[in-house]
DNA sequence: TCTGGGGTCCTAGGACCC
DNA sequence: TCTGGGGTCCTAGGACCC
């Protein structure tokens, strides 16, 4: 049996507890972040029924005395960044899932500081007594089981699962608590009647897997009798990099898609020169008035980091999409995504091959001197900020639901 | 002003090659 | 010649997570 040294530490409501601990009136009282949509909300809105994700005009019926407080988004990434210094302070087997959670290994450091609870006893005090935050941490001999404990654990508490009792552990608590089951696979387990992870280890895998599809019926199989094969990753390449912006109700023209796509294709193209990896699958998709939306891709045989390559393909993709529609006359989120990422070491031309060769428009320059006005942006953008300069007159209606510096925040590193 | 923005992984079917 | 099987790549859509 391996012993429970796998820690899950998450702050618990953290862009709210960012505010309380910022603003001391808002301290106790119902608060969330955000305006159009909730991004996130304190313990004492959550007791209303708020919830991320749900429209302001929701939240505020659920409770009508939340208080709307805009982002310090600067500060979360400062204060996320150091909650996961401090478990960086016990061992660098760190895995970092997102600004304010991450998993960590301390098998390597308990001759240095005491036994697993303790550490996560010393990161949660610390956490508390230098930032001022609360966070809850579970313990267990797995990912899948540490993971779960930190969520049991909350608000402001410790978990920990002793090796040996994992399976006593797992039998009461609902499904949904598992990595991996959301909404649709609840569903389908309600159907034959399982709602406790103790009933799915009874289910046989075969039938589950016909249930649920192969991969994620082997999965939940695996996980609901704790067997949990995956290590830590403390370095993960990312897959794909993307954009999106919300519209609102708009006509499908060209006059609305051309420079929302290009400005769009500016934000992922930018984030792809700056790490050099440039990408081969351009992805579009729009989402129409219903909410139902198309996407289409095209692979490239060579990989493009070019703003203008990659704005003039994805216009190609959503021209295909528009057309294949034609009753759709309102469209309501244009998205950009690049992957097959490749590694690129110095200077690397885009060259203008593939479709956006094919479709090239006339009077279009070529790869080279668009990547020498991109370059040239990139410059003084890392000098003066991203608002510096740019593609102009993107016009995406100014009601945004979510402000530029969020994001930013949610643009992760690749 | 109903319904954000960033990702990952899986599936199913078709193309294509051996 | 016909048929089949396996492997890989690609596209479109869906489920899920933070």
Redesign the pocket.
Known sequence: MDLATILHADLDAFYASVEQLLDPSLRGRPIAVG???V?ACSYEAKKFGVQ??M????ARELCPELIFVGGHFKEYQRLGDAAMAVLSDFTPLVER?????AFADVAGCTHLFGQPAEIAETIRRRVRAELGLPISVGVASTKHLA?IASQVAKPDGLVTVAAGTEMDFLRDLPV?L?????????A?LEKIGVTRIGQLQDVPGWSLQKLL?????E?LSALSQNRDPRRLETH???????????L??RPATVAVYRPALLH?AD??AS?LRGKARPG??V?ARVRFA??????????LDQPVSATAIIAEVAED?VR?ILADHPRERTI??L?I?V??LEERFGLQLDLPLGLADEKRRPGTVTGARRFGADRAIDKIRARFGWEAVGYAAVELGD????PDA??EL???E?
């Not at 429209?55 to 929701?58: L, T, V």
């Not at 219903?290 to 692979?299: C, E, G, K, L």
């Open positions: 305006g159009g949509v991004l991320g994700a429209s302001g005009r929701q899932i997102s600004i304010d959670e993971k949904e598992m990595w991996g089951v959301g909404p649709a696979t609840k389908r599809g192969t991969a994620v019926g999965k993960r390449r990312t897959r794909s990099a993307g954009a999106q912006s919300a609102g109700r769009l934000r992922v984030r081969r699958t992805t219903d909410m139902r939306s198309v996407t289409r891709a095209v692979t993709l295909g309501s989120l998205a995504s992957s097959h009601r945004r639901a979510v969020f994001r949610a643009e992760k690749l």
